[in-house]
Each structure stands twice: as C-alpha cells, then as structure tokens.
C-alpha cells in the first residue's frame, strides 16, 4: 500500500524529530569511524563480507571469534566460527572462501586504501577486486572507517524508509549497479532538501527503523 501526502509528512516530520534528538549521538558516531586506524580495516571488512543475509550481531559477534583465534595473522579453519549456532552465518561455506580470498589479498587492498582517491572511486575498485563485496557492502566498509563521502548504504531499512517518504516508487527485488547509483543519486537529493547530510541521514534511518546507532 503506498503512502499517502499526509503519511510522508508525518514521517518526515518524525524523522526530523528523531535526527534533533540523537544528533549528538549519531555525530559521535560518525566520529568513531573517522578515527578508526588503518590496523583494524582487516577485520571491519571481514565484517561487512559477513553482513550479507546475516545479522550485524552475529556478525559482530563471529568476528570478535575470529579475531581472538587470530584469523589475520594464522592459517586456521575458519568455517567452523561461522557456523556456531551462537552467532549462526548464513552462506557460511561461500563466505568462508570470500574471507579466504580477501586475506591473501589484503596487502593490495591495504595499499589501495592508503592511496589518495574520491570514495565513489576507491567503491568501484573494491567492488571489482574483492569477492562477495557488492556496492551496498562496499559502501558499508568505506562508512565504517570514515572514507564513505557522498555515498550511500542502501540496505532493507534505507530502501523502505526511501519507499514510505516517495523517493523511490519500490524496492526492488535485487539492484544492478545502474540502480543502485540511481537510487543513491535520489538520497542524495532528498538530503540535501531536508537539509541533513547523507552520512547523518543514514544513521536516522536506521536507527529510526532498529532502535540502535550501530555500525
């Protein structure tokens, strides 16, 4: 059912609401990730290549396992981590072997990273040259160490919060790379009208929709 003029308005004026309210907070955020330090992007991507169709608790939750049994330094068996009923990962044979690929070429990525480059750049290089990273989980990785300028995470709760306010007309089923800039160019637009910028925007959505500020 679509929203009505009225429904966006209200919606809109609660979000404005929500961002006065927690703007302190999502600010503070958004400064955790910029100073986060180059020694941890290993395993703030190993993260963002777990999110996929599983909970950002549970995958918070298996790379906390994988880093204390010492993933980016050991040659262990790493399927087993992922499987654990604790902290379920679904796809966990396909996202062991993404991991896999990722740590053998994680000097190249980490050379990448240190190298000048525009976000939107830096996003195409990744997307290309590391298995199991789509645009939004690229995106998601550049947001969490602070290199994500002008770029959007369109996951579940962003797409919906995007239908509900008219920004987009649906969510589609799955999102080519032509979409999702697209979509993402659509958010930009809508932030800049309401006058709240992108990466805070981003925060209000999802906290609106979960209830938390999380990475």
Same mark, same amino acid.
């Given at each position: 059912?679509?929203?009505?003029?009225?429904?966006?308005?209200?919606?809109?004026?609660?979000?404005?609401?929500?961002?006065?309210?927690?703007?302190?907070?999502?600010?503070?955020?958004?400064?955790?990730?910029?100073?986060?330090?180059?020694?941890?992007?290993?395993? $703030?991507? !190993?993260?963002? /290549?777990?999110?996929?169709?599983?909970?950002?608790?549970? %995958?918070?939750?298996?790379?906390?396992q &994988? @880093?204390?049994?010492g993933?980016?330094?050991h040659?262990?068996?790493?399927?087993?981590?992922?499987?654990?009923?604790?902290?379920?990962?679904?796809?966990?044979?396909?996202?062991?072997?993404?991991?896999?690929?990722?740590?053998?070429?994680?000097?190249?990525?980490?050379?990448?990273?240190?190298?000048?480059?525009?976000?939107?750049?830096?996003?195409?290089?990744?997307?290309?040259?590391?298995?199991?990273?789509?645009y939004? $989980?690229? !995106?998601?990785? /550049?947001?969490?160490?602070?290199?994500?300028?002008?770029? %959007?995470?369109?996951?579940?709760?962003? &797409? @919906?919060?995007?239908?509900?306010?008219?920004?987009?007309?649906?969510?589609?089923?799955?999102?080519?790379?032509?979409?999702?800039?697209?979509?993402?160019?659509?958010?930009?637009?809508?932030?800049?009208?309401?006058?709240?910028?992108?990466?805070?925007?981003?925060?209000?959505?999802?906290?609106?929709?979960?209830?938390?500020?999380?990475?």
């Amino acid at each position: 059912m679509k929203s009505t003029s009225r429904d966006k308005t209200k919606l809109l004026d609660e979000l404005e609401h929500h961002y006065l309210t927690h703007k302190e907070a999502i600010r503070v955020r958004l400064s955790e990730f910029q100073s986060v330090p180059p020694s941890e992007y290993f395993y $703030e991507l !190993t993260y963002c /290549l777990l999110t996929p169709q599983s909970s950002a608790a549970h %995958a918070e939750q298996a790379v906390a396992q &994988l @880093r204390a049994a010492g993933f980016r330094s050991h040659p262990i068996d790493i399927e087993p981590i992922l499987r654990r009923k604790e902290h379920y990962i679904r796809f966990h044979r396909t996202k062991t072997r993404h991991l896999l690929h990722m740590k053998e070429q994680f000097s190249i990525i980490a050379q990448k990273l240190s190298e000048p480059a525009s976000a939107f750049d830096l996003r195409q290089w990744l997307v290309m040259h590391i298995i199991g990273l789509g645009y939004k $989980e690229a !995106t998601h990785f /550049l947001r969490n160490i602070g290199k994500n300028d002008g770029l %959007a995470i369109l996951d579940r709760h962003i &797409l @919906r919060m995007l239908e509900l306010l008219g920004v987009v007309d649906s969510i589609p089923n799955s999102i080519s790379k032509k979409q999702y800039l697209e979509i993402e160019q659509r958010f930009k637009i809508f932030s800049n009208n309401v006058g709240i910028g992108l990466d805070e925007l981003d925060l209000v959505f999802w906290s609106k929709s979960t209830g938390e500020i999380r990475k």
